[in-house]
């Protein structure tokens, strides 16, 4: 049977390079759009759309994700065993005390509440498939610990904490919970040769590592530079020791 990856974020830079991870590691994809033209950007930015599967809804909408794994239950998409979630916002640098009311809630709208409703949407699917080896993968970025842009690096910190109560929630299952915790500029690959920064066809590797060493779980896999994108550097979190 071909595994499928649901990919919650997957028009983005780093939706792009877990779309190519997974196809390159033999498995086909669902990827969730917003509409046609974000379906249209994900097939350009990929290449091909060989192996994908688009469905279209709100991920920033409570329910959004969780109509998506209503359409599985019921025969509507494929099965799917991994998740990957990386919804984001702007990467705005407006200082702390300008962020208007707007801002602050956009961002925590995309950067952390949509990720947290893609877990809590599929954690139970991926849970109820006992003896099987499923995956939830979530992308972080090191703004969290930098707190150079304030918006997206306060919403970094949710999504380490939250990283830190999967981790541990999944510790004894089926489902081995990952975080991806990326310190440099990865872009599709168009945008990265402009910019001269990281190719989303090169960190793809990564989640290529993920899935394919089934002992990595409940860990933080850090990418602190290219040379880490086959080396993976892999450290069991939470990392402060639990009374
Ligand atoms: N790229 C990096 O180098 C990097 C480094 C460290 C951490 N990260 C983290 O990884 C995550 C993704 O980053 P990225 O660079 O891939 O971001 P991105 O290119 O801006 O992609 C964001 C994704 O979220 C979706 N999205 C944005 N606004 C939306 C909305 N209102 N409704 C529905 N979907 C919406 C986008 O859909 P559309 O395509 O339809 O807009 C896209 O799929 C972020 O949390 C970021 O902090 C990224």
Avoid: W
């Amino acid at each position: 049977m071909t595994e499928t990856v649901l990919v919650v974020g997957a028009t983005g830079n780093i939706g792009v390079a877990t779309v190519i991870g997974a196809l390159r590691s033999g498995r086909h994809v669902i990827a969730i759009v917003r509409n046609q033209s974000s379906a249209d950007k994900l097939f350009k930015h990929v290449g091909s759309k060989e192996g994908i599967k688009t469905v279209e809804a709100d991920v920033a909408a409570p329910d959004g994700v969780q109509r998506v794994v209503s359409k599985v239950q019921k025969g509507e998409l494929p099965a799917f065993q991994h998740v990957y979630t990386c919804v984001g916002g702007p990467y705005s640098d407006t200082p702390l005390q300008e962020i208007s009311d707007e801002e602050l809630r956009l961002n925590f709208s995309l950067s952390f509440e949509a990720n947290f409703f893609a877990y809590r949407a599929t954690i139970p699917y991926l849970l109820s498939q006992k003896g099987t080896d499923t995956t939830f993968t979530m992308c972080t970025g090191s703004q969290g610990d930098a707190g150079q842009r304030p918006p997206p690096a306060m919403t970094q910190g949710a999504l380490f904490s939250m990283a830190n109560c999967a981790a541990l929630a999944n510790r004894d299952n089926n489902v081995r919970f990952n975080e991806c915790y990326l310190t440099f500029r990865v872009e599709v690959d168009e945008d990265a040769e402009q910019h001269g920064v990281s190719k989303s066809s090169d960190f793809a590797a990564v989640y290529e590592g993920i899935l394919s060493q089934k002992n990595i779980r409940s860990s933080r896999v850090s990418v602190f530079s290219p040379e880490d994108f086959t080396n993976l550097r892999v450290k069991s979190i939470p990392q402060v020791p639990t009374a």
